[in-house]
């Protein structure tokens, strides 16, 4: 188990971002799939994102990244948020978490963060918690370190991390050595990584030190790593707004995945703990189905099955289709199966082609 | 041609009744399909119905035949009509031709009538007039008359008339001898039935003189006949309703195709003459594509076909799916496929039994 104090430096930051576009009509621009409450649980992704985290820290730890078009929303379901950091426009994830790093390491320079998606469902805290522990204490190293997830099948749908040898960390457990992170692979790879046992599934879930990372960015992204201390250097003054509005948008728009955790790797510098707990990123409406998600319980089947949700409480009859998803909303409908869960995608960009943009 | 003359004693009888179940959620028990605009000519079933048969007879010698339920909304649609007869019970056809008939035969002893459902589709005018004349002619004769409609393909979701021997009558055209009603076949009979040529469909169109029909009655349904003629004497008078309402109840439940057409074929007492125009009686979904229904044209389709109707304004998008048939309304929405449409009835029969009237 990990022990309080093992905890005491560590930040969590939540980028808050992604339009979870196969979700549509449920996940839209305006409401993006991690401000829904997608599991019927009572709780948004988010606020499940930080119920996970707020179980091992204080809020006052715990920042999210996001544009400015969410930041109402995040403090109306966030009401203990006090770390809110509203992008100008986004930038994908290295900005974001990198500028989280620089603001948190001016205030707190032995801090370790730890990046989490806001839309991802974890099940099994305790084994999360005991993940966190042991990534923190390897991070402490001065190793990049991530979380993990032990495979339950031979997914196509997630990038993969293939471990290399064993570290000897107090309090890191059976960490090891990153030897690559691979693409989302076809079946008959990803069935041989799962069979191999060398192969875990990338939640994006980094931990760091802050100078680590900061002196990562420098050497690897010197551009973006100016950019970024300049902004955390003005943030608790008066020009904080004016310097992040000069300087944001020439920011190099790019993945931590691309900007840090390949290239790190390559060179020695990052670690994987297991996390040996249930996740998904819900990317699509068959994962939302795997996770529990239920139909509206007033739906009629009739040599039918699969996934049917009227989010304005009408009832639904299907007749002679199985594995079909239908989800109606007040605006929009989409009717399609579990195998063409990926393509829905495709939908919305259709529609913005269409200039439709009241519905994406 | 028909001539207007060979019409003057011409009536029509539109029994307007049934649910049309497998077209729910567009068709409902308040809402039936023949009150529907269901192909988007602006024209609701009905009214097509009274437009055909308007352009051939006044409007004081259309009478339609319906429910309680119905009758206001039939009043508005049909704004001309002077003859309606509003049922206190629905008691299937035969009691609703026979009312009409008997009522009918009491004001013009010397009246032919004939029967069209409110709820099919016809198309060539030309074609219409010419069977009706012909059958006129042939009813005439004292023989109780039915249009045959030629068949466009070996439909399995008629009824079929099998022709006996050629008539002559003056006027009748190609009238033949009725040898048998069939059911509705399965595939391998129905293309025998197109291939041989003696074979046309039962388009419940039939032609009589009312005093050959009310002969028929009182020798095959006697109960019937004594209850119909004393309504229709009492018709005029003060004491419609109570005549009404105390007789109706206790009528034999029986379709004219039971209690008159069957029977009096088998004694040699029917005729059909061929109708050579596009019918569809407009059964379910797929017919409903055939006579020609549009999808809403804001529908996406991805790898997708079919027909979808969002009768609330809003976009559909189906993704993966072809021949798929997808209809929403305000308060429903029914997923399905061509192949399925025949089955959407029992959609209607679940909701029934789950007790959810407001829908069916």
Redesign the interface.
Known sequence: MTSPESLDSFHAVIPAGGAGTRL??LSRAARPKFLLDLDGSGRSLLQQTWDRLNDLIPAERIHVVTGAAHADAIREQLPELTGLLVEPSPRDSMPAIGLAAAVIGSIDPDAIIGSFAADHIIDDQVAFADAIGQAVAVARTGLVTTIGITPTGPSTAFGYIESGDQLTVEGGGSARAIAAFVEKPDAATAAAYVAGGHHSWNGGMFVTRTDVLLGHLARLQPALHTGLTTIAAAWTGEKRQAVLEATWPALTKIAIDHAIAEPVSLEGGMAVVPGAFTWDDVGDYAALQDVGAASSPET?W??ASGL?I?EDG????????HD?V?V?T????????R??AQ??K??VA??KERG?TD?V
């Open positions: 549509w009509p009629v009739i040599d049917a009227a009408t009832t639904i009859a299907v007749v002679g289709l079909v239908v109606r007040p605006d929009a409908l989409l009717v399609t199966t195998d063409h393509r829905v495709e939908v259709e529609l439709r519905l």
